[in-house]
Every structure is written in C-alpha cells, then in structure tokens.
C-alpha cells in the first residue's frame, strides 16, 4: 500500500512534465508545418550540388 501512495504522486509530476513538454513544442512552432518535411523527401531535384553531380557522374548518367 505504501508503494501506491509514492507511485501516485510520482506519475502525476511526470505527466505533468510531459504535459509541460508538449505546451512548450506547441508554443514554439513544432507542429506548424507537418507537410513539408514528408514531401521533402519525395523531391528528386531538392538535394542538387556538387556532390550529387559527383555521383551521377560515377553511375554513367547524365542530366
């Protein structure tokens, strides 16, 4: 019984805490833009430099 009276308290700071975590990610713009990063990904173009030239012209192919 002892162990629930710590255990209690305990989850509640720590919801707390996580609850404090998320209102300050929202405050600092986290979530605004959740569709560009995912579409990122799908550009082909996006990474151009000379690196990725650098490639192209190791694999045989050209633009």
Do not use: H, K
Request: net charge negative; with cysteine.
């Amino acid at each position: 019984m002892s162990v629930i009276l710590l255990l209690i308290p305990l989850s509640l700071v720590m919801a707390g805490l996580f609850l404090g975590a998320f209102v300050w990610a929202v405050r600092e713009g986290q979530y605004e833009d959740t569709c560009t990063p995912s579409m990122r990904v799908l550009a082909d173009d996006a990474a151009e430099g000379p690196a990725r030239e650098d490639f192209r012209n190791e694999q045989g192919t050209s633009r």
